[in-house]
């Protein structure tokens, strides 16, 4: 192979690493609300959307990133602690379907929502100055700003990795996991625990759309595309657990990148493929433990 | 209370309105979509988010036969019956392997497949969607392009089709599919083979859908790949949910409401999308067994007020 396409491989690669760990801050609230709470949030990407247009709005006014970076996630995890109170948490005592149609319904809203205050127009959110340009790497050119979303998202990994696998809230979200009663009967206010784990897996998906803004802009139609990606990999790695949504996401994220560079008319059915094999090998995911049907 | 309705729909063209028998042509179309989405929801308990791939299905194929082959009514329909079977039996060889919310995500994922190919296929017109469809014939000069004539021709389709599923659903098969609902493992443990009735209720159901997206792109002459898109799926959703999920008249009450509400509404704002996500919301907290469940409610209230009036009558 020559050293040209060895380049190009190695770019590629860096563009599916920052593409798979976007993916990642997406895969693990959805995987997170769902292994807590047995809803399939289907707003999350359009809280992703809504989370990049938020972002955008803020840059506009206070001309900072940094600022966006911070402020979207806090903004759209408490609209997730008001739509956690005052939505879902009275369908708690009905069946999980209930719950996932009222996300199902919150994205129809989201979705006109978002069209009648941002427009059907692409909007990009302009990258930070300080991560303008590109630098030489592997002897092609590398946009600053992907290495950054690539830092990034290495150390949000490990963050929540830490917090997953290391505190006693993690302790208290793997148990309510395995054991929802369980953890209630040990005297922990579940609907507490309920509460912080929607906001979280809303800011979550807020901050992978803000930090996706510069990257891949927003429009309309996105909400569900980001969604129903983000559903394939949890569906490859396995709902619930941080191991499926980390190498669902980096399985997911390299296949479809080197798919668009490689066969951009079928990327997409790729992926597609493996989430039928996986169904067909192992219907759980790969870190899947339990059996689903 | 049938037949009135029966003989409603049939006088219906005589109003002198194209505009209202355009909106109810859409209602009987949609009610079909409805009803066939709820055999899998609210007979076998399997809710499908990505129904509309059959619906599109249905309609590209349609609008394809129609064009490149011929317009005869013999052709257009079974092609796009037995096309949507033929996409059910695929999307869900693969879903029904998983349950709940799982299936539910897969169905959605398969349909948004569905979708993207619709927009890459060079025959199905890409984004600009297919046009000039026919609106079918029956040969020696006899055809259905009139409006009314069309009217007349989706009534009879929906009305047969709303029979057979009724005849399906009181069959054994579907009782054996409303066991399935209620407990699959019992179902399962009595050596009914479940897997293969999920199978071929889904298959039913597609074809159904196909049907009522054959007829959807006659009516309009053009299919959009909106059609196959996740708003339509939940467009059939809602219809299903809002007019009361597990009966076959709810559905099709609730495509009424839908369609009706969409067309006063649209006129007065483009706020559509953001209403109907919210009457929807407003159902599923306070109403979920729809406007079925609604009228059931009020009927026993209304007798449990009858009765305690004798009572009270009699205690005079």
Same mark, same amino acid.
């Given at each position: 192979m020559s050293t040209d396409t060895l380049s190009f491989i190695a770019i590629q690669f860096l563009n599916g690493l920052a593409y798979s760990l976007l993916l990642f801050l997406l895969a693990a609230g959805l995987s997170l609300i769902f292994g807590m709470m047995?809803?399939?949030?289907?707003?999350h990407g359009s809280f992703f959307l809504i989370g990049t247009y938020v972002g955008l709005t803020i840059v506009r006014v206070t001309g900072n990133f940094w600022i966006a970076l911070v402020v979207t996630p806090l903004l759209i995890g408490a609209l997730g602690l008001v739509v956690e109170r005052y939505l879902i948490r009275s369908l708690y005592n009905r069946s999980p379907l209930d719950q996932v149609l009222l996300t199902f319904g919150l994205a129809f809203i989201l979705m006109d929502l978002a069209k009648w205050i941002w427009g059907a127009n692409v909007l990009a959110l302009p990258a930070p100055a300080a991560l303008d340009g590109s630098v030489a790497l592997f002897g092609g050119q590398f946009p600053k700003y992907r290495l950054f979303v690539i830092a990034a998202g290495f150390v949000l990994a490990v963050v929540l990795y830490y917090l997953n696998d290391r505190t006693s809230f993690g302790a208290v979200i793997r148990a309510g996991v395995a054991d929802r009663e369980m953890v209630s009967g040990l005297g922990i206010n579940i609907a507490l625990v309920f509460s912080i784990v929607f906001a979280v897996g809303i800011g979550l998906a807020a901050l992978s759309g803000v930090v996706a803004g510069p990257i891949y802009s927003a429009f309309p139609g996105l909400d569900f595309q980001v969604l129903i990606t983000t559903l394939i990999v949890v569906v490859v790695g396995g709902m619930g657990t941080y191991k499926g949504s980390l190498f669902g996401s980096l399985l997911i994220g390299e296949v479809q990148t080197f798919g668009q560079a490689f066969f951009p008319d079928l990327a997409l059915f790729l992926i597609f493929g493996i989430m039928a094999a996986v169904l067909l090998i192992k219907p759980a995911g790969l870190f899947g433990r339990e059996a689903v049907a | 209370m049938i037949v009135l309705v029966l003989v409603l729909l049939v006088l219906f063209?005589? !109003?002198?309105?194209s505009y209202a028998l355009g909106v109810l042509t859409d209602v009987l179309i949609f009610g079909l979509f409805a009803m066939s989405l709820d055999l899998l929801?609210?007979?076998?308990g399997l809710v499908s988010f990505g129904h509309a791939a059959f619906f599109g299905v249905g309609a590209y194929v349609a609008g394809i036969v129609g064009i490149y082959g011929g317009p005869e009514i013999y052709f257009t329909l079974p092609a796009a019956i037995i096309a949507a079977a033929l996409a059910a039996l695929v999307i869900g060889f693969f879903s029904i392997r998983t349950a709940g919310v799982y299936f539910l995500m897969l169905t959605l994922a398969f349909s948004q497949m569905v979708y993207a190919a619709a927009f890459k296929a060079p025959f199905a017109g890409g984004s600009n969607g297919l046009a000039g469809i026919p609106r079918p014939t029956l040969g020696f000069? !006899?055809?259905?392009?009139d409006s009314i004539a069309f009217y007349y021709l989706v009534l009879a389709i929906v009305l047969a089709s709303y029979w057979t599923l009724a005849r399906l659903v009181a069959s054994p098969f579907g009782k054996s599919l409303r066991g399935i609902k209620e407990n699959e493992s019992r179902m399962r443990s009595v050596g009914y083979n479940v897997q293969r009735y999920k199978l071929a209720a889904f298959v039913i159901a597609g074809a159904f859908a196909g049907l009522a997206g054959a007829l959807r792109a006659q009516f309009n002459f053009f299919v959009a790949p909106d059609t196959l898109y996740w708003t339509t799926s939940g467009i059939a959703l809602v219809m299903v949910i809002i007019g009361g999920?597990?009966?076959?008249?709810g559905p099709a009450l609730g495509a009424a409401l839908v369609q009706v509400l969409q067309n006063l509404i649209s006129s007065y704002t483009e706020r559509w999308p953001l209403l109907l996500g919210a009457v929807f919301i407003l159902f599923v907290l306070?109403?979920?067994?729809g406007m079925i469940g609604l009228l059931e409610q009020r009927k026993q209230v209304d007798q449990e007020t009858s009765t305690q009036q004798a009572k009270s009558a009699n205690a005079l």
């Open positions: 047995d809803v399939v949030n289907l707003a | 063209p005589l !109003l002198p309105s929801l609210g007979y076998t000069g !006899l055809g259905f392009a999920a597990g009966t076959l008249i306070y109403a979920p067994k």
